[in-house]
């Protein structure tokens, strides 16, 4: 039985209407419109072998050319909702709207039409690291609903050696102001400076600053604190801080999947680089060749 596609490339620009380069750009996280606009002006950008302009629409079939490398647009048929990682610096708040004027963590996002990114989850002011975002309301319920027990990962940076007794503490179990809680995995890792030691933990709830509080339980301070996965979306090593990037069709699925969700399709247009959209229409082909 041959594995089914998520995702699908579809020829003709009469397909769908162009969209504005910033746009493509940024839904594919090369930069924020703000960044792209002057790097268009300073010239750094191409399309179709000529320099770019601003108020450039693209459609499906034209290239574009930045940093050295080219990259296409595809009109595509995309099953699942849209979602995004990103990758949060310490310092933004996670709120649309911050009465002290403090940057947010939807700042840079995409924005929707008719649509509202939700935030999947949320990470204090000092915390970094990897964040979810979805169009798909009941999607983020689900991955935020303690039933499910999705796992949290995160690397902390504490002050001090702390002794195994006190590790063995914190996965048995500590009683917090909101009831009992614990680690579901503790490691301790190699490397720190002076008295700083880093370990990695994992949670499967997503209380309030619940992985500071257990420490604070045992009596240590966390100097660092950064998520690097939620459930099975690792934040990697690519994407920068500040930045995000849309989730792909078998990433989004897999996380429908975990959640007992459907499929739902849309159609879009995406830039993708031009070796891996050749790569994607060779397997389109072999999918569809009969036997």
């Not at 999947?120 to 002011?125: E, K, P, S, T, W």
Request: glycine fraction near 10%; include cysteine.
């Amino acid at each position: 039985m041959k594995r089914r596609n998520t995702l699908s490339l579809k020829r003709g620009t009469d397909l769908m209407a162009p969209e504005r380069l910033q746009k493509l750009l940024s839904k594919a996280g090369l930069g924020s419109r703000r960044m792209i606009e002057e790097r268009v002006l300073r010239g750094e950008i191409e399309v179709d072998g000529r320099p770019a302009a601003i108020g450039d629409a693209l459609g499906d079939g034209q290239t574009v050319k930045l940093d050295g490398r080219e990259f296409v647009v595809r009109a595509v048929t995309h099953e699942g909702p849209r979602v995004l990682a990103y990758n949060k610096p310490e310092g933004e708040v996670t709120t649309t709207v911050d009465p002290e004027g403090r940057p947010t963590v939807f700042d840079k996002l995409p924005r929707l039409k008719g649509l509202r990114w939700i935030v999947v989850g949320r990470l204090d002011l000092n915390t970094a690291g990897l964040l979810l975002f979805t169009t798909d309301g009941e999607l983020a319920n689900r991955l935020m609903h303690p039933s499910r027990e999705i796992e949290r990962e995160y690397l902390c940076r504490v002050h001090g050696e702390v002794e195994d007794s006190l590790l063995r503490q914190l996965e048995a179990g500590v009683q917090l102001d909101d009831g009992p809680a614990h680690f579901d995995e503790i490691e301790a890792l190699e490397g720190g400076e002076g008295t700083n030691r880093w370990y990695r933990v994992v949670i499967r709830e997503g209380r309030q600053r619940e992985v500071r509080r257990l420490w604070e339980a045992v009596g240590v301070e966390v100097s660092r604190l950064k998520r690097v996965r939620y459930g099975a979306l690792e934040l990697g090593k690519e994407l920068k801080r500040g930045w995000y990037r849309e989730l792909e069709a078998q990433e989004i699925a897999a996380l429908l999947e975990s959640v007992d969700m459907p499929m739902t399709t849309r159609n879009e247009l995406r830039i993708m680089p031009v070796e891996a959209a050749r790569k994607f229409e060779r397997g389109q082909r072999r999918d569809k060749r009969p036997g």
